[in-house]
């Protein structure tokens, strides 16, 4: 008997609880492994997204991973649970554990397709050596808008067919070791002006349009095999008027499905976000979106929920109204049926049959990360021939105010979760490295810049810049921008910029001379920063 009929025979003895429950991905706070399981056994989740804040070392993760999956097994549906993680590179987990590389950015720049699926089969690995099974990357969206407030050092670039080949490149390192992978965010997040984290976006594009550019990377991991794509909660409107993405037919089953023929699994963006909190009711939004076409809700925790809503409830109401929903049937059980057999179809087939690639050993990993780093690293100007700078004496100074570091370690556990910033990063590998360098403190520098300081004229001053991904805050840019205009009007073709961050904002700069860029935030991509900038090569 094949496994089409199993399942089929399988869901033919499951209650709607039973069938409902498959269908939800959930995140739970901090290490909280009753409720987790509780979720299992009463709830039937088909699985979680993990974070940081569910365990806090790779041992830790081990042991969270199979207790899950044990109490999973034990299910009349014992299909593996999905336990899904952000592991993407500029977005990470378990960071002083793992090794993240310098990111899409970074990569796509690089332009080494197989750097680039060497990096991706790293983070798989290691998060299979721990039993999380799947990857929510890589970002398939095209910087098509530089100033978007949320993709940025996630994508491969604003070039659609860079950005498709690395796509294909991660998706396949991915899939050879026998992790899940998932293409994000779809139909394209790289041409808002705002962060669905915090809002509703709005892309005024035409379908021939998406065709054209944003469509293409998503296309590419098709043919690669993507095991899921990720939808994104934005409005287009000349495709969809009424409905953003994550709940539109148009776009999940017309488009994506049939049109662009994906058959893997369809996975929403949080539902807890506030690009659907804000105009939809938890389970008005799921109920919308598996009409539409999705196999997978996902309710991350991301503690967006208010004082008198806490999050369990808002997870258990959203279950038990598209069980009300189907028992009413506003959504046909039929079609439950349907997404239910293709998902654990999916899950028999693709999670139990699951092979591990000769694991590349710790010294490996770390290594390929910090060439992957290395090799990003542009001296995109040095018009006075400044770089490097060798044993020159030179001061050093950071733009960002030091008070926005605190956003770093996100305590939803989403983002870049890295306890260091990359300037600390760039400052201590300086000192090791031995340069001439004098520090000035963020400060001092202020006072550099109102007149108020002193600067050996004939000492360059080198001005660190730094930009984080961070999901639902930003990090300012433009106050440190303006910093370096205020250095260039007082120490003009002396000044030095070192971007842990895109290039985007060099369009901003045109007096300045000397500029290195990492594309990156990283700890990696700060040592080979401070290494180029006193070495070059």
Same mark, same amino acid.
């Given at each position: ?25 959930? +995140? ?15 709830? /039937? ?20 991973? /199979? ?7 034990? %299910?009349?549906?014992? &299909? ?26 970074? #990569? ?45 050092? %996630? ?10 080949? /690395? ?25 808002? &002006?705002?962060?669905?984290? %915090? ?8 379908? &021939? ?9 998503? +296309? ?73 076409? &999705? /196999? ?11 004082? !008198? ?21 506003? #959504? ?21 049959? %699951? ?125 440190? !921008? ?16 070192? +971007? #842990? ?27 080979? #920063? ?8």
């Amino acid at each position: 008997m094949n496994s089409s009929r199993k399942v089929e025979q399988l869901i033919a003895t499951l209650s709607i609880e039973e069938k409902v429950g498959q269908l939800f991905i959930l +995140a739970f706070s901090g290490q909280d492994i009753s409720y987790a399981k509780e979720l299992i056994k009463h709830y /039937h989740v088909g699985g979680f997204y993990i974070t940081d804040d569910n365990a806090h070392s790779l041992a830790d993760a081990k042991k969270l991973s /199979h207790s899950l999956q044990q109490q999973a097994a034990l %299910r009349s549906c014992d &299909a593996p649970l999905i336990l899904a993680v952000d592991q993407e590179g500029a977005w990470g987990i378990l960071t002083q554990e793992t090794d993240l590389g310098p990111g899409n950015l970074a #990569l796509g720049k690089a332009n080494n397709v197989a750097q680039t699926k060497q990096m991706y089969a790293v983070f798989a690995q290691q998060m299979q050596e721990i039993g999380y099974n799947t990857l929510l990357s890589p970002c398939a969206d095209i910087n098509a808008d530089p100033d978007n407030p949320i993709i940025g050092q %996630r994508s491969f670039g604003e070039d659609t067919t860079t950005v498709s080949n /690395h796509v294909v490149a991660a998706v396949s390192g991915v899939l050879e070791t026998g992790n899940l992978t998932c293409a994000k965010h779809f139909p394209g997040h790289g041409d808002t &002006a705002t962060d669905s984290h %915090r809002t509703l976006p709005k892309v005024d594009k035409t379908l &021939a349009q998406l065709n054209a550019q944003d469509l293409q990377p998503f +296309a590419a991991a098709i043919a690669a095999d993507v095991s899921m794509i990720m939808t994104a909660h934005i409005n287009y409107p000349l495709i969809d008027p009424n409905y953003p993405a994550t709940l539109s037919t148009t776009l999940l089953t017309d488009i994506l499905k049939k049109q662009m023929g994906f058959n893997g699994l369809i996975i929403t963006d949080s539902m807890n976000m506030w690009a659907m909190r804000h105009y939809y009711t938890p389970s008005e939004a799921a109920i919308l979106s598996l009409k539409a076409g &999705a /196999h997978l809700i996902m309710l991350s925790e991301e503690h967006y929920e208010n004082e !008198t809503t806490p999050y369990k409830q808002i997870q258990q109401e959203t279950i038990q109204g598209v069980i009300k929903a189907v028992k009413s049937g506003e #959504l046909p059980e039929q079609q439950i049926d349907q997404t239910l057999k293709h998902l654990l179809c999916f899950k028999y087939e693709k999670l139990e049959t %699951r092979h591990l690639i000769t694991p590349l050993t710790k010294s490996q990993c770390t290594e390929i990360s910090a060439n992957a780093a290395k090799s990003a690293i542009t001296i995109i100007r040095n018009q006075h021939q400044l770089i490097p700078l060798g044993s020159q004496h030179f001061t050093l100074a950071c733009a960002a105010d030091p008070k926005g570091y605190d956003k770093l370690v996100n305590s939803r556990g989403i983002g870049p979760n890295d306890p260091y910033s990359a300037s600390s990063v760039v400052i201590e590998q300086l000192k090791q490295l031995n340069a001439n360098v004098e520090l000035l403190s963020f400060e001092h520098f202020l006072e550099l810049l109102n007149g108020k300081g002193q600067l050996n004229n004939a000492a360059p001053l080198v001005i660190l810049t730094e930009d984080y991904p961070l999901p639902g805050e930003d990090f300012d840019q433009q106050s440190q !921008t303006e910093r370096i205009k205020q250095a260039l009007e007082l120490f003009g073709d002396n000044v030095i910029v070192l +971007a #842990l961050r895109s290039d985007y904002h060099l369009a901003q700069l045109p007096e300045l001379s000397s500029y290195i860029c990492s594309y990156s935030s990283r700890k990696e991509s700060a040592k080979a #920063l401070a290494y180029t900038l006193l070495n070059a090569n």
